[in-house]
């Protein structure tokens, strides 16, 4: 399965859980209960979105396009990580390999753009509410859910050029589950030192600025509802956003730990807690969170499964 120095790699064989093939089966079983989950829960979100017209706000507008992007990411991870699990390994071409660390990391640029509109979102409902609906018009939040997709998937291009101008003559085997810019980085005979600097410098503006705005934005949220005179209209301010927190804190908890702690400082174990909580249970806790914590949705999935039934 090793290629030998003279000879360029053109496929690549992912590992998945290799050390754990004794419990294959029920890792299968898990990651696909998982996936389908993963998949039902956010599709659920956009058809309801969707359909539904008490749900019809910028703030379940931008919700539809998050879970749009924790589909990608799963789509793009969980499928062949299965067919690894299973199998015990699974080959994927350099350019699957490539195309695959492409849309991962485009869908990851997005969703770090997404989240401080979805702040801002808030901030002018909380903080403007007599602004709010002329200010959010058609126009300009359409304008706002596709600009942080332009530059998801323009931005990306850069990193993943560079990646795919390493000359890879080593091992072609990747323990991991996915196709990630650090075990492409070991396995590489190229110096990858000016692309580990590129990515660590272009994570500044897509990690630390557009956190930094949703810090700034929350600051003044959290100011405007201590203000607020009664408690029922603290805890219904406070609810409004509440779930985008925790969203928040969860994924850029683990971007941070994944991409701006460089990758010699991690261990593969650690490497792959870190990319499993980021591309497979986050796109997974998202729904969850925002339809437990949201009477809004649970009354649109309600009205909506009681039309079915009548059917």
Not at 189 to 197: A, M, R
Not at 210 to 224: Q, R, S
Not at 278 to 301: C, E, G, W
């Amino acid at each position: 399965m090793s290629i030998k120095n003279q000879t360029r790699v053109t496929e690549f064989i992912l590992l998945g859980f290799g050390d754990l093939h004794s419990f294959n089966i029920i890792l299968f079983l898990f990651f696909l209960i998982v996936f389908l989950f993963t998949v039902m829960g956010n599709l659920l979100i956009i058809l309801l979105v969707s359909l539904t017209v008490q749900l019809q706000s910028p703030m379940y507008y931008f919700l539809s396009h998050l879970s749009f992007t924790d589909l990608v990411i799963s789509i793009s991870t969980l499928p062949n990580m299965l067919g690894a699990i299973l199998l015990g390994g699974i080959k994927m071409s350099y350019l699957g390999c490539i195309t695959q660390l492409y849309f991962i990391c485009s869908s990851t640029i997005t969703e770090c753009y997404l989240l401080p509109v979805m702040s801002y979102d808030r901030y002018l409902a909380i903080c403007n509410p007599l602004r709010y609906t002329s200010v959010m018009d058609y126009k300009y939040r359409i304008c706002l859910s596709v600009w942080p997709w332009l530059f998801g998937f323009t931005l990306d291009l850069i990193g993943v050029l560079g990646v795919s101008n390493y000359n890879f003559c080593r091992d072609n085997i990747i323990d991991h589950f996915y196709c990630d810019v650090s075990p492409l980085q070991k396995l590489s005979c190229s110096d990858s030192s000016l692309v580990e600097l590129e990515i660590f410098l272009f994570s500044l503006p897509i990690f630390i600025l557009p956190c930094g705005f949703i810090i700034v934005t929350y600051v003044f949220i959290v100011l405007t509802i201590v203000r607020i005179p009664t408690t029922t209209g603290k805890q219904k301010a406070f609810s409004t956003c509440s779930s985008h927190f925790i969203v928040v804190g969860t994924f850029y908890g683990t971007l941070i730990a994944k991409y701006m702690i460089p990758s010699k400082g991690q261990s593969l174990l650690i490497n792959k807690i870190v990319s499993l909580l980021h591309t497979v249970f986050t796109p997974l806790f998202n729904p969850i969170i925002y339809s437990l914590r949201n009477q809004d949705i649970k009354m649109a999935l309600k009205k909506l499964s009681d039309q079915y039934l009548a059917l």
